[in-house]
């Protein structure tokens, strides 16, 4: 080899395993005419690279600006090898070759990457009759295909999955080791005559059908006598010809369950769904009536683009979204033609519509098995779970939990190793809005510009429960794992952390979680505490929601924090949720917050928005008086009256509360929107909708969609004015325009509200009227914080700011009076964001004392 060669030694951080990012480096060094090697080492793609200068550099230019489409560099670094190092000799005598070697595990941060939607190419292969995938529902390449669901442990190779019980077929063995082919090194590969299968479950006895346990006998047989880490049989002459058509046969079989009407689990990358026809109402409502779901909207997988664009509006940067490698669900407004099929039951009283495109082969074969038969192109996918339960990921959990939703289960036998549920978003202002951070994008870390050194385990909330594991400066959030009500919810969680902490190689220093000593994520925390040897760090809730929106946003300076939710533990032992405080990494300060109110029925009153209702108006007046306005009101029968006011008067199974969720649920009965919740937060989501019906019917609702929706701010600031000067304000509280000074002043504007609705005026309006006039009110209150702490940045965090009027209305007020506000985008800004907060605590408690 010529003596001007030099040789580099480069590692690659970021999400590169799993995405084909060791082919890709091989392809580059082919292109560039570099020899050397590249190795997956964990936390890092190790690459040596020797060439001369130019093809050093051409490799390198190569490498930052045309890696693999799924991969997410986060650094690389490049060293020089020098005479002395024993690597030196090594390349710089070897031959004309670039070789993928053996993966190497070493220490430091790792990343894992999230499962992949089926790519464009493996779509074309999967229904080209000449291609010998054709049809195959497990069909993946190194761009696409099952990643974090299906790992045992990293580096991300073939044995360390739930395939390594697959031997490899000749051909698909010769694919994964030839450097042209486009599975050069994906770990999940196979085709129809060998890897898993799709079967159903017999619904009497819950075990595969015995004509699939006679196909698969000689595959366990191979599998067992098969150790060779290529996984490639001795035994050349096996071929499991009958998997590929008895899968088929099976999914066609699914078809016409679903086309008789009938419901089905269907088994896909991170769990099970639950699937009908989403164009059959009788369906759809008898799906609603066997889960007991009578409004909560329900999700629907729609065949392709141009069925969305039949059924919803859509624009550019959604459609971006939607049909990207994540294939998240996206809620779209529908649209009101007489070409939608969209069943009415799907989405009821709603203007919107969860929707998302296949993005595991099967679901693309229960669209469209490579016959002729018609079948619909809308199907509902809910989450294959009991209400409160985590979402059932193999054969025993869908039979002994979900059977009686369904009339038949499809299922495989490749194993899901962490169960992932699908990651919901919407749009706010023309970028995305996370609303449940799961599917396609979990475990991708955030990186803050710090120099935290340390780890920890962060347990997160009890609603929407996820928890994350910090390294560092990298944060890990996990899937979304549910709500901690129900104790197999709680399971899947210290399961999933058990093999989150192996897969990371993470020794947690501490452990932080929520201060509610009430909460099962309190309980697991002290459980692995006590387990692990380790102590806890207790943070309250609305800080570690505002902590959350820092994090995401690498906003490590002080700043006021708005803090609105249902609930959480204050540190004065009673309930907050409207709160503003000042925060920094180091605690907070509790500046202000709403006007605390009796909240009678404890945590029931979640769920009946009627009761707060009513005990904030035996606050506000004397009992004759607030009975009759109750009556008025129609809130409750007059029979209910008088228990209600006892436990009110005696303060009877209730506690002191400044939850700005239950204030939204409490005026959504006063106007007759809604007096119950049959799912969280349906009170507060049908007065967003009632109010934004009416800036609909003004001419002036913005669309939030668009990164212009600013330009009708100023309209509704007249708006507000034309309403507000045709009341006759000597009758409200103030008598000043309808105007309050601080967040504290929400008793006053519920009064107000109380007498305009008594007065006839429009609920559509009065809602309206209450998301302004709260956001004006956080106004006027960060003015004054601001001014007496000089801080010029607001956060605003909590389950209240999903609601796109409310965040609308608070960030255009407070960016005209020049502050610089901070919202969530791809991080929840509910519950299922604040462990990234309670890390982002802990981590700068373990930096500082060290």
């Given amino acids: 080899m010529k003596k001007d060669k030099i040789i580099k030694h480069i590692k690659v951080y970021g999400i590169v395993q799993g995405v084909g990012f060791r082919p890709t480096v091989s392809r580059h060094a082919m292109e560039s005419k570099i020899t050397g090697s590249v190795c997956n080492r964990g936390p890092y793609v190790e690459i040596y690279a020797c060439g001369t200068y130019e093809e050093i550099e051409m490799f390198l230019d190569l490498l930052k600006h045309k890696p693999p489409k799924r991969s997410a560099i986060l650094k690389i670094d490049v060293k020089d090898v020098l005479s002395d190092d024993e690597n030196y000799n090594k390349y710089l005598n070897d031959t004309n070759e670039f070789e993928i070697?053996?993966?190497?595990?070493?220490?430091?941060?790792?990343?894992?990457?999230?499962?992949?939607?089926?790519?464009?190419?493996?779509?074309?292969?999967?229904?080209?009759?000449?291609?010998?995938?054709?049809?195959?529902?497990?069909?993946?390449?190194?761009?696409?295909?099952?990643?974090?669901?299906?790992?045992?442990?990293?580096?991300?190779?073939?044995?360390?999955?739930?395939?390594?019980?697959?031997?490899?077929?000749?051909?698909c063995d010769s694919e994964y080791h030839s450097s042209e082919s486009r599975r050069y090194d994906a770990q999940p590969v196979c085709c129809n005559d060998c890897g898993p299968a799709y079967y159903m479950l017999d619904m009497e006895t819950?075990?595969?059908?015995?004509?699939?346990?006679?196909?698969?006998?000689?595959?366990?047989?191979?599998?067992?006598?098969?150790?060779?880490?290529?996984?490639?049989?001795?035994?050349?002459?096996?071929?499991?010809?009958?998997?590929?058509?008895?899968?088929?046969?099976?999914?066609?079989?699914?078809?016409?369950?679903?086309?008789?009407?009938?419901?089905?689990?269907?088994?896909?990358?991170?769990?099970?769904?639950?699937?009908?026809?989403?164009?059959?109402?009788?369906?759809?409502?008898?799906?609603?009536?066997?889960?007991?779901?009578?409004?909560?909207?329900?999700?629907?997988?729609?065949?392709?683009?141009?069925?969305?664009?039949?059924?919803?509006?859509?624009?550019?940067?959604?459609?971006?979204?939607?049909?990207?490698?994540?294939?998240?669900?996206?809620?779209?407004?529908?649209?009101?033609?007489?070409e939608t099929k969209l069943a009415n039951s799907i989405s009821i009283d709603n203007e919107s519509v969860g929707v998302m495109l296949p993005y595991a082969p099967v679901q693309m074969l229960l669209f469209d098995a490579g016959d002729d038969d018609e079948f619909t192109d809308?199907?509902?996918?809910?989450?294959?779970?009991?209400?409160?339960?985590?979402?059932?990921?193999?054969?025993?959990?869908?039979?002994?939990?979900?059977?009686?939703?369904?009339?038949?289960?499809?299922?495989?036998?490749?194993?899901?190793?962490?169960?992932?549920?699908?990651?919901?978003?919407?749009?706010?202002?023309?970028?995305?809005?996370?609303?449940?951070?799961?599917?396609?994008?979990?475990?991708?870390?955030?990186?803050?510009?710090?120099?935290?050194?340390?780890?920890?385990?962060?347990?997160?909330?009890?609603?929407?429960?996820?928890?994350?594991?910090a390294k560092n400066n990298i944060f890990y959030p996990s899937s979304y794992v549910g709500d901690l009500a129900d104790y197999r919810t709680v399971k899947a969680l210290k399961d999933s952390i058990k093999r989150m902490l192996d897969l990371l190689e993470c020794k947690p220093e501490i452990i932080v979680c929520d201060k509610h000593p009430k909460y099962n994520s309190t309980m697991v925390a002290e459980e692995l505490s006590e387990e692990l040897g380790i102590k806890i760090e207790y943070v309250q809730h609305h800080y570690a929601h505002i902590l959350s929106n820092m994090g995401c946003n690498d906003f490590l300076e002080e700043n006021i924090g708005v803090s609105f939710d249902g609930t959480g533990y204050g540190d004065d032992d009673t309930i907050w949720g409207g709160e503003i405080l000042t925060c920094n990494l180091d605690g907070f300060t509790r500046e202000t917050h709403i006007k605390p109110f009796f909240q009678m029925g404890g945590d029931s009153s979640s769920k009946e928005g009627v009761k707060i209702a009513v005990s904030i108006i035996f606050s506000m007046f004397e009992k004759e008086e607030a009975y009759e306005c109750i009556e008025k009101l129609n809130l409750c029968e007059k029979k209910d009256l008088n228990l209600l006011y006892m436990m009110f008067d005696k303060k009877m199974n209730g506690v002191n509360s400044t939850s700005m969720g239950r204030l939204f649920d409490a005026i959504s009965a006063v106007l007759g929107i809604r007096n119950k919740s049959t799912f969280e937060g349906e009170s507060a989501i049908y007065l967003e909708y009632a109010a934004e019906?009416?800036?609909?019917?003004?001419?002036?609702?913005?669309?939030?969609?668009?990164?212009?929706?600013?330009?009708?701010?100023?309209?509704?600031?007249?708006?507000?004015?034309?309403?507000?000067?045709?009341?006759?304000?000597?009758?409200?509280?103030?008598?000043?325009?309808?105007?309050?000074?601080?967040?504290?002043?929400?008793?006053?504007?519920?009064?107000?509200?109380?007498?305009?609705?008594?007065?006839?005026?429009?609920?559509?309006?009065?809602?309206?009227?209450?998301?302004?006039?709260?956001?004006?009110?956080?106004?006027a209150s960060v003015k004054t914080i601001s001014r007496k702490n000089n801080i010029k940045t607001v956060t605003l965090s909590g389950g209240v700011f999903?609601?796109?009027?409310?965040?609308?209305?608070?960030?255009?007020?407070?960016?005209?009076?020049?502050?610089?506000?901070?919202?969530?985008?791809?991080?929840p800004a509910n519950d299922g964001g604040i462990a990234l907060g309670q890390a982002l605590y802990g981590m700068n408690k373990i930096t500082k004392n060290n």
């Fill in 101 to 171: 070697i053996e993966s190497k595990k070493t220490a430091g941060e790792i990343y894992v990457s999230p499962d992949i939607a089926i790519c464009d190419e493996c779509k074309e292969e999967l229904y080209d009759k000449s291609n010998r995938r054709y049809l195959h529902p497990f069909i993946n390449c190194t761009s696409c295909g099952p990643r974090l669901t299906i790992l045992d442990n990293l580096p991300y190779d073939r044995h360390r999955t739930s395939m390594k019980i697959f031997p490899m077929c000749k051909e």
């Fill in 206 to 338: 819950g075990k595969p059908e015995s004509d699939f346990l006679e196909i698969v006998k000689v595959q366990k047989d191979v599998s067992v006598k098969d150790k060779s880490l290529n996984m490639i049989t001795k035994n050349t002459s096996y071929k499991f010809k009958n998997i590929g058509e008895y899968s088929l046969n099976t999914i066609k079989r699914a078809r016409e369950i679903i086309r008789d009407g009938k419901i089905i689990a269907v088994k896909g990358i991170g769990g099970f769904h639950l699937c009908c026809d989403g164009t059959d109402d009788e369906a759809v409502k008898r799906l609603r009536m066997l889960k007991n779901r009578p409004v909560k909207p329900f999700a629907v997988m729609m065949k392709n683009m141009d069925v969305v664009n039949r059924e919803c509006v859509i624009d550019e940067n959604q459609k971006e979204i939607l049909d990207g490698y994540q294939k998240p669900i996206l809620l779209l407004n529908k649209k009101n033609s007489d």
């Fill in 378 to 469: 809308i199907l509902v996918m809910t989450s294959g779970n009991v209400s409160g339960a985590p979402i059932s990921h193999n054969d025993e959990e869908a039979y002994t939990e979900i059977r009686g939703f369904v009339d038949a289960i499809l299922t495989n036998n490749r194993d899901i190793r962490i169960r992932t549920d699908d990651s919901v978003m919407d749009f706010f202002m023309g970028e995305p809005m996370m609303i449940r951070r799961s599917r396609g994008y979990a475990p991708i870390p955030y990186m803050t510009s710090s120099d935290f050194k340390g780890e920890v385990l962060a347990i997160g909330g009890e609603l929407k429960n996820t928890f994350c594991i």
């Fill in 693 to 779: 019906k009416y800036l609909d019917s003004r001419n002036v609702k913005p669309e939030y969609k668009n990164k212009d929706c600013m330009d009708k701010y100023d309209a509704i600031n007249e708006l507000t004015s034309k309403i507000v000067d045709g009341y006759d304000t000597e009758f409200l509280c103030k008598n000043n325009g309808f105007t309050y000074e601080d967040i504290n002043e929400t008793d006053k504007l519920y009064a107000d509200i109380i007498k305009l609705k008594l007065e006839g005026k429009d609920s559509g309006e009065l809602s309206f009227l209450f998301h302004k006039k709260i956001s004006e009110m956080v106004v």
């Fill in 802 to 827: 999903q609601n796109k009027l409310l965040t609308y209305l608070t960030k255009g007020a407070l960016e005209k009076e020049g502050f610089k506000v901070l919202t969530h985008k791809l991080l």
